[in-house]
């Protein structure tokens, strides 16, 4: 028997059992919280118009990309204080932290071997 497809099941059923664990950990405690002060900074940013964001942006040191997905988010969704603000504006984060967990395993992929990713 070859090993090679079974090592890559194993390997799929890894990632995706860190994917619904990674998934599940950002879930658990989702909107529990209310906004913190740089979030709401954030969240005001990006229910400004986009020019006004991206001049407000031009001076600082975080660029206007993270803004501009919450401006289209905001867009998407229309939170409001009695439609889960806090959980609505965590879910692009969310999203990204699912994203770095898949380059992550990838990155070690390929720079190692499936049993290390």
């Known amino acids: 028997l070859d ?16 994917l619904l664990t990674g998934f599940a950990l950002r879930l658990l405690h989702l909107g529990a919280e209310s906004l913190w002060y740089d979030e709401t900074v954030s969240v005001h940013l990006a ?44 879910w692009p984060s969310v999203f990204a932290g699912m994203v770095v967990l898949a380059l992550l395993y990838a990155t070690g992929r390929r720079l190692f071997n499936p049993k290390v990713a």
Request: charged share 15%.
């Open 47 to 90: 229910r400004q118009p986009i020019p006004a964001m991206i001049a407000h942006t031009a001076g600082d040191i975080h660029p206007p990309g993270y803004y501009l997905l919450l401006h289209l988010w905001q867009q998407l969704t229309a939170p409001t204080l009695l439609h889960g603000l806090e959980y609505l504006y965590a």
């Open 3 to 18: 090993a090679k497809p079974k090592e890559r099941t194993t390997a799929r059923i890894a990632l995706l059992l860190a």
